[in-house]
């Protein structure tokens, strides 16, 4: 949890000005219960974090239905 609330990236905000829909996936994932939110790098890739496996592959079931390009993994 305590990273989820410190994720930080400074070019987010000049990305999602020029591409919204960034802001618009960042808004999804929190909105289905992810922790956090991000924009990896300069983009396009936007990661959430969810507490466990289970709230991950909720999240994705949502998610799959709106976005082509989705997957769970884990940190190692």
């Given at each position: 949890r305590?990273?989820?609330?410190?994720?930080?990236?400074?070019?987010?905000?000049?990305i999602?000005?020029?591409?919204?829909?960034?802001?618009?996936?960042?808004?999804?994932?929190?909105?289905?219960?992810?922790?956090?939110?991000?924009?990896?790098?300069?983009?396009?890739?936007?990661?959430?974090?969810?507490?466990n496996?289970?709230?991950?592959?909720?999240?994705?079931?949502?998610?799959?239905?709106?976005?082509?390009?989705?997957?769970?993994?884990?940190?190692?």
């Amino acid at each position: 949890r305590g990273i989820a609330k410190n994720l930080f990236n400074s070019f987010e905000e000049l990305i999602i000005k020029k591409y919204p829909e960034i802001g618009k996936i960042k808004d999804r994932l929190i909105e289905e219960g992810a922790l956090g939110a991000l924009m990896s790098g300069s983009g396009p890739t936007v990661f959430g974090i969810a507490q466990n496996k289970e709230q991950a592959l909720k999240i994705y079931k949502k998610l799959k239905l709106e976005y082509k390009s989705i997957w769970v993994v884990q940190t190692i």
